[in-house]
């Protein structure tokens, strides 16, 4: 069972990377991967403690890349961060350079974060994927529809149909992936072979705290702005 999508206060999730390891453990996850937005240094703390510690559970480090148009990519199996605010396909491509894998995060949800159908068949034309999440919390009626429309139609150009929570809040496996064996190997393999089943976790949390909800807030609409700002100068200069 692999939660693949998820925030720590390396961005604007509210639990330190050490707890979010923690979390993982109590729930009984095989596979974290922990996908801060624009930054891979939640990921590796949270790689390095599980390490350190021995937790059961297997870190991968990734990165929720925001594109140029505010679409969102969850690269997996990350060497070093993609830059952000690029175009979708050479996004997806600058994962792929480096061994990862790129998934479509929470698609067609009607938001700027959220990619619709028709960029995504453009994007299509430029690139490929290793998976779209088809299972999240924040996945109501409508868009489950624009999904299943979609994938009728694109079932065979999209990759693997994963499961995951988006979890800021340290609420794991609200949403998870399926697959055979435990490791961090066996959930690339089944990626790689569409081998994933996406499914609702039975974990069950309280409502967030309003403290953590005005945390997420200031995180993701006051600190976020500032370290893409930082990142986008540091692109432009060639650092």
Not at 132 to 146: L, T
Not at 183 to 212: E, K
Not at 231 to 238: A, E, N, S, V
């Amino acid at each position: 069972m692999a939660e693949l999508h998820c925030h720590t206060t390396a961005s604007d999730g509210t639990v330190s990377p050490e707890n979010l390891v923690e979390i993982a453990e109590h729930v009984g996850l095989d596979v974290l991967a922990v996908t801060d937005h624009d930054t891979m240094t939640g990921a590796l703390r949270a790689r390095d403690y599980a390490l350190r510690v021995g937790a059961r559970v297997e870190v991968v480090v990734g990165m929720e890349v925001t594109t140029r148009r505010q679409d969102h990519i969850v690269g997996l199996f990350l060497e070093r961060p993609p830059e952000i605010f690029r175009s979708v396909a050479h996004t997806v491509n600058a994962i792929h350079a480096q061994g990862g894998l790129a998934i479509v995060a929470h698609p067609f949800l009607g938001l700027p974060s959220s990619i619709s159908a028709g960029r995504l068949r453009k994007a299509l034309e430029r690139c490929r994927f290793d998976g779209i999440e088809a299972e999240n919390p924040y996945m109501r009626q409508g868009a489950r529809k624009r999904f299943q429309r979609f994938m009728q139609e694109e079932h065979d150009r999209i990759g693997a149909v994963v499961g995951s929570s988006d979890a800021h809040f340290g609420d794991l496996a609200r949403a998870v992936s399926l697959f055979e064996g435990r490791t961090a190997a066996d959930l690339r393999r089944a990626i790689a072979t569409r081998a994933v089943t996406p499914a609702i976790g039975r974990v069950r949390y309280a409502a967030p705290s309003l403290s953590a909800r005005l945390q997420n807030q200031y995180r993701s609409l006051v600190r976020l702005p500032i370290t893409r700002g930082v990142l986008l100068w540091r692109q432009w200069r060639g650092d």
